[in-house]
């Protein structure tokens, strides 16, 4: 897992400086892709037992709300304006830790 904090985005003080994930291994070319917009309520989980489990990698930005992002080895809180990458085939559970809706924008490709 990976987490961007939304500080991290805004760049130096001394000027725009541009935000590089590397990603490692097989690239495609071209490709499907798939992306939404997931909506938490307060204390919601999802999925709602059990882990997500993607053959690729996934990239999530949090619109809105805190949320906590376990995985089978790690847990880490994203909040508004933080990115998150989840490596292909890493299980993980996302629960809306905050008192108002949380709204994830999420994008994962088709293997």
Not at 70 to 85: F, P, Q, V
Not at 86 to 100: L, Y
Request: hydrophobic share 30%; net charge positive.
């Amino acid at each position: 897992m990976q987490i961007v904090k939304k500080i991290q985005l805004k760049g130096s003080p001394g000027g725009f400086e541009p935000l590089k994930i590397s990603i490692t291994g097989k690239q495609k070319k071209g490709g499907d892709c798939l992306a939404g917009l997931a909506f938490l309520y307060p204390g919601q989980r999802l999925p709602s037992s059990g882990y997500f489990l993607h053959p690729t990698e996934e990239f999530l930005y949090v619109k809105s709300g805190k949320i906590r992002i376990e995985t089978n080895s790690n847990c880490e809180i994203a909040e508004k304006g933080d990115l998150i990458l989840m490596r292909s085939r890493e299980p993980h559970f996302n629960i809306n830790i905050s008192d108002e809706q949380a709204e994830l924008l999420w994008r994962r490709s088709n293997p």
